[in-house]
């Protein structure tokens, strides 16, 4: 089963513009993080937030975390064609012991 | 650092035959997992290893997948026999961390293997 949701499924905007996408999931977490996957490729780790934290920062990524709403969200600014991918939320399901990922965000840019 | 390393990038076979993937994980990470992608999906947890012991293999369709991490270094993945809805790209990946708290590092993936099931 998957434990966490993005919306939306797929978002499109332009270069230059900001993307946000969020992640929804259902049991208590220790850890949430995002990834991206590029069209035929693995995933790549973006950002880790743990559960005490609010907000964290990386580059043109910015992720924001609420416990009390079990949500999480990922802004990306000034986007470039380049950040086109999926993007995933994968979290450590509390006791559930395993990592688990969400149904991902499809972000294009178009330059 | 060198990468996880999967082989062979891309499979077919007919249903009823048997597959087997590879995967290299990073020098030194004692976790291993192996998820399962359909397409348009996110992955989906196969089974995870810290250093050759299973740590979880809860989802994993043990009449027909079987998985070993032999001295706790490389791993391999097998379907026997493997059916249409076994088509799929099958990650490998592997993290630093271990026990309780493996799940404080991140995952590094490989690009996968994709198995058609015709």
């Known amino acids: 089963s998957q434990q966490g949701e993005e919306d939306p499924q797929a978002l499109s905007i332009q270069e230059g513009e900001n993307a946000t996408m969020n992640c929804s999931y259902k049991t208590s977490i220790n850890n949430l993080q995002w990834y991206r996957q590029n069209s035929g490729r693995g995933l790549v780790h973006l950002i880790l937030i743990r559960s005490n934290e609010r907000e964290k920062h990386s580059g ?20 470039r064609a380049a950040d086109t991918a999926s993007y995933f939320c994968a979290t450590d399901g509390g006791a559930t012991n395993k990592l688990i990922f969400g149904t991902g965000t499809l972000l294009a840019v178009q330059p | 650092e060198a990468g996880v390393a999967q082989s062979p990038r891309y499979k077919i076979i007919e249903k009823r035959q048997s597959v087997a993937f590879w995967c290299n994980p990073i020098s030194g990470h004692a976790t291993l997992y192996w998820y399962q992608q359909i397409l348009g999906q996110g992955p989906k947890l196969l089974i ?25 270094v490389d791993s391999t993945l097998k379907i026997q026999p493997a059916k249409l809805e076994d088509s799929a790209v099958y990650l490998c990946a592997s993290s630093l961390g271990r026990g309780a708290n493996r799940f404080n590092s991140p995952l590094h993936f490989g690009n996968g293997t994709r198995l058609t099931v015709t």
């Open chain 1, 60 to 79: 043109r990524l910015r992720v924001t975390l609420d416990t009390s709403k079990k949500s999480s969200s990922l802004l990306i600014t000034a986007s």
């Open chain 2, 48 to 72: 995870q290893f810290q250093n050759n012991g299973v740590v979880d293999d809860s989802q994993l369709p043990k009449d027909r997948f079987s998985a070993e991490r032999l001295k706790g």
